[in-house]
């Protein structure tokens, strides 16, 4: 788990990056950088949380 925090973490200091990139150069591939990282930060992490309630949801005999 802390290593999902850590890359939560990294992830938003890279998007804000490359918002405040795109902010002091106005060269908008930073901003499309930000964008499409952020789409799959979002994705992963529905993926991550979807596995984590299936987990909880269908309990597995061992």
């Known amino acids: 788990m802390w290593l999902m925090r850590l890359l939560g973490v ?3 200091l890279t998007v804000g990056g490359g918002v405040a990139a ?4 106005r060269n908008p591939k930073y901003l499309v ?18 596995l984590l309630i299936l987990e909880r949801v269908a309990v597995i005999p061992v």
């Open 10 to 12: 990294l992830t938003l």
């Open 22 to 25: 795109y902010v002091l150069t």
């Open 33 to 50: 950088f930000s964008w499409r990282l952020f789409r799959y930060a979002i994705l992963v992490a529905l993926l991550f949380f979807a």
